[in-house]
């Protein structure tokens, strides 16, 4: 099972970005998946994350209302679109998939992991 994150770079405050993460080695109807972040001196934090299998989201507080999670099963991808974005949002954003169908929140509840995308926020 592999996860290839992308999309990630350098956007004003106020701008967006979508991130991708492709998924290869199992369906994507089967697992939850989610992203997380990680700031500088930061611990690994959860964002957003989704189950496969009856489209269940949920949203940190600090996202809710801009972030948007979603996927394509007919491509293995799924995606987090980022809008209205602000500096306090600059971090490595990870993508995370686990074999359970119910979504998780916790890092410690993911069973695969990407390499990681740099989301930097910056006038």
């Known amino acids: 099972v592999q996860l290839q994150a992308s999309g990630g770079g350098l956007v004003q405050p106020g701008g967006s970005l979508r991130l991708s993460c492709s998924v290869s080695g199992f369906l994507l109807d089967r697992p939850a998946v989610g992203w997380f972040r990680q700031a500088p001196g930061k611990e690994r934090e959860g964002v957003s994350c989704?189950?496969?299998?009856?489209?269940?989201?949920h949203y940190s507080d600090s996202v809710k209302g801009r972030f948007t999670i979603s996927r394509d099963a007919a491509k293995s991808t799924f995606y987090l679109q980022m809008d209205n974005l602000m500096p306090e949002d600059t971090a490595v954003y990870y993508c995370a998939a686990r074999l359970s169908r119910t979504i998780a929140t916790m890092r410690g509840e993911y069973d695969y992991w990407g390499q990681g995308t740099l989301v930097t926020v910056s006038s």
């Open positions: 989704l189950s496969t299998w009856n489209d269940i989201t």
